[in-house]
């Protein structure tokens, strides 16, 4: 890998999840306002990967799966969508048999203006970061397709830790549908749209339609 690469990998992986965990760490600083600013640093931070991407490392936009929407996108969208559900009731259901506690909840006390802006955060640029950038490195520097897909969704999973044992499978189990679907259509419209539907639907279309504040 060129020291570009390395560069855009460690973007992914390290600096833009950073500092969401960084802002957890510290404790939310600065409340609902402060977690913004960090929502904007992580598209800022997103924005310089990309540049490296493009620029430095000379990909195109088709190798991050986002040249032109295929006709076939709104399908493949509903069909990835289909999966990820799926695919959670399933490791809920395990979950549940084996009793392990549900999912810990981490949005408290948090305006659904801001669930808005983070559900649309977490479905562009995790997909973007996760998958099109970081499969492709990580299969580079391991010399290993498998791992390319698996550490990275392993990563993801772990991140996840505040939402206790079920949310880092359900993570992990979502990062891997959702990784499957990229590598065989190199669509990162449908995965973005899907990862944010599954975020943005019981975060904030529910609570709205339930008249929750």
Not at 18 to 38: I, K, Q, S
């Amino acid at each position: 890998m060129t020291p570009w690469s390395w560069l855009s990998l460690v973007l992914a992986l390290v600096l833009v999840p950073g500092v969401a965990l960084g802002n957890r760490w510290l404790g939310r600083p600065g409340g609902n306002e402060g977690a913004l600013v960090a929502e904007l640093a992580m598209f800022a931070l997103a924005g310089l990967m990309l540049w490296i991407v493009r620029v430095k490392e000379g990909k195109s936009w088709e190798s991050l799966g986002l040249g032109p929407p295929p006709r076939g996108t709104p399908l493949l969208t509903l069909g990835i969508i289909a999966a990820a559900v799926a695919s959670i009731a399933a490791v809920i259901l395990v979950l549940s048999l084996l009793d392990i506690p549900s999912l810990q909840g981490d949005s408290h006390d948090r305006p659904l203006w801001l669930l808005a802006v983070m559900c649309f955060r977490a479905g562009t640029l995790e997909e973007l970061t996760y998958r099109a950038v970081a499969i492709d490195r990580v299969s580079l520097l391991t010399r290993s397709k498998t791992l390319g897909w698996l550490l990275p969704a392993v990563l993801f999973g772990v991140l996840h830790y505040p939402q206790g044992v079920s949310g880092i499978l359900i993570a992990f189990v979502a990062a891997l549908v959702m990784s499957v679907f990229f590598l065989r259509k190199r669509n990162l419209w449908a995965n973005m749209t899907a990862h944010f539907s599954i975020d943005f639907i019981p975060n904030v279309v529910l609570p709205l339609l339930g008249g929750v504040e």
